[in-house]
């Protein structure tokens, strides 16, 4: 999710002493399907990091607009995380477009980030869910920003990164001069295990719900994974060394044409990959606390998440009947949707494509989704309302009624892409009559 906000000014207001909180809420009623809003790290860490009485404001104010839930990033892309870890180090600073620049944020406050968001959610009648970015390990800077993270700092070990195979060769997601992301490589048991434990520390806490982000394979796409990890699980998935290795020609970028029957069993190897961490993970965090959900976010452009290694749909869907020329007839057995509680698919369309039959269309997406999940689980679709063609510059709440109305009337619930922008381009009152047309159009 990429994600760009220019805040105001907020000042701080000093740490008030940690209070206990009821570590049982009350149940809360909902009218409707849930509305739930995103509340990217990076993004809102100038706001949230080090004013717990903001944060609590800001809270009510999302209550009161009409939404049900909001998800926190507990756990962005450098690697650091918003909760009391014995596991990794809390997040000092992390970067953030402040006032039309990219500077580092730095967190002077203690308390605890995640039961901040916890006490104050349940406090207004609000269901809090946390979400982690899932196979990641750091940073590598913009704008002249030195890079962040666990894999920079020594915290986890260089050789976690992935390795893609590019124009160049293979080569690490770990390499000097990195702009982004580093992912780690989800073949690698060492890595799983230490997402797991992240896991099982957040489940402990009072969250109604945890959501992997980023649980798929690095940006580069089809490049990555290829390393030695990799090889030897892809050989015994296969029963044989493949050749050649590696599957695809160095640098890919699309699939070939036509996909033969070895590059078909390598995606299925890779969405398998996925398919077996979720179970994992959903394991993990049942196996603390039966009663928090367990979901993901994906991306709802299923016709291309081969991509990304993952297969988000129910493993009752024919992949292969419906996308012969890339999915074999294993493919379909790796979907995951029936070991999630719930899915969160990104329905990221154009402020020009919110109606639709197909995909991208967020109407278009939140169909299909309801095809391809086949009951497995529930789902919530919903719109990135600050980077896609037409969002960018705000004056769209004309528009947010309709990606309500498109999306929540083909889905089991409704998510909104960041609060960041809802509180940049001033959506509020945008959010609150739809969500009002939409309940009282429930007694009607």
């Known amino acids: 999710m990429a994600v760009a906000c220019t805040p105001a000014t907020v000042d701080p207001v000093p740490d008030e002493p940690e ?62 995380v918003l909760w009391k870890s014995s596991v990794a180090p809390e ?14 944020v730095e967190r002077e406050a203690s308390f605890d980030y995640l039961q901040a968001f916890i006490d104050a959610g349940h406090a207004s009648g609000l269901r809090v869910h946390a979400a982690i970015n899932t196979f990641v390990g750091g940073y590598g800077g913009y704008y002249g920003l030195e890079s962040e993270g666990l894999i920079f700092s020594g915290k986890i070990p260089a050789d976690w990164a992935a390795t893609d195979y590019t124009a160049d060769g293979l080569r690490s997601s770990f390499y000097e001069g990195v702009k982004g992301t580093v992912f780690l490589n989800p073949a690698d048991d060492r ?43 892809f050989t015994s998935y296969l029963g044989q060394e493949p050749s050649p290795w590696p599957v695809f020609e ?48 994906v991306g709802a ?47 990221y369309a ?24 086949m009951g497995d689980t529930v789902f919530a679709g919903g719109p990135d309302i600050g980077n896609p063609e037409g969002w960018q510059n705000g004056g769209r709440s004309a528009y947010i009624p309709k990606t309500v109305d498109a999306i929540i009337n083909q889905a089991d619930g409704y998510f909104v892409f960041d609060l960041c922008h809802i509180r940049m381009f001033d959506y509020w009152n ?9 309940t009282n159009s429930l007694t009607n």
Request: glycine share 6%; hydrophobic share 35%; aromatic share 16%.
């Open 91 to 104: 997040a000092q600073r992390l970067a953030a477009w402040i006032g039309g620049n990219y500077r580092f």
């Open 191 to 233: 890595v799983q295990d230490y997402v797991l434990s992240l896991l099982k520390e957040l489940a402990a806490y009072k969250v109604d719900g945890i959501v992997l982000d980023r649980c798929r394979y690095d940006d580069t796409g089809l490049q990555s994974d290829f390393s030695e990890i990799s090889k030897e699980k």
């Open 301 to 347: 452009w299923y016709s291309s998440y081969y991509s990304s290694g993952v297969n988000w749909a129910s493993p009752k869907y024919l992949t292969h009947q419906r996308y012969s020329t890339w999915a074999d007839a294993d493919y379909h057995n790796y979907g995951f949707a029936d070991h999630c509680d719930y899915m969160f698919l990104g329905c």
């Open 350 to 373: 154009a402020t020009a494509s919110i109606y639709g039959n197909g995909e991208w269309t967020m109407q278009g997406f939140a169909k299909q989704g309801k095809t391809l999940l």
């Open 19 to 80: 209070e206990k909180q009821d570590p049982q809420p009350e149940p809360v009623v909902v009218q409707g399907k849930p509305r739930y809003v995103w509340i990217d790290a990076s993004a809102n860490f100038y706001y949230f990091a080090n004013d717990k009485a903001y944060l609590a404001q800001e809270v009510k104010k999302i209550a009161d607009c009409g939404f049900t839930d909001i998800i926190v990033d507990v756990r962005p892309t450098e690697g650091t």
């Open 250 to 297: 160095a640098g890919i970028t699309a699939l070939p044409s036509p996909v033969n029957d070895l590059q078909k069993k390598w995606l299925a190897y890779r969405v398998k990959t996925i398919h077996d961490f979720i179970v994992k993970a959903a394991d993990a965090v049942h196996g603390v606390n039966p009663k928090v959900k367990f979901g993901v976010y």
């Open 430 to 438: 945008a959010f609150k009559k739809a969500f009002e047309d939409y």
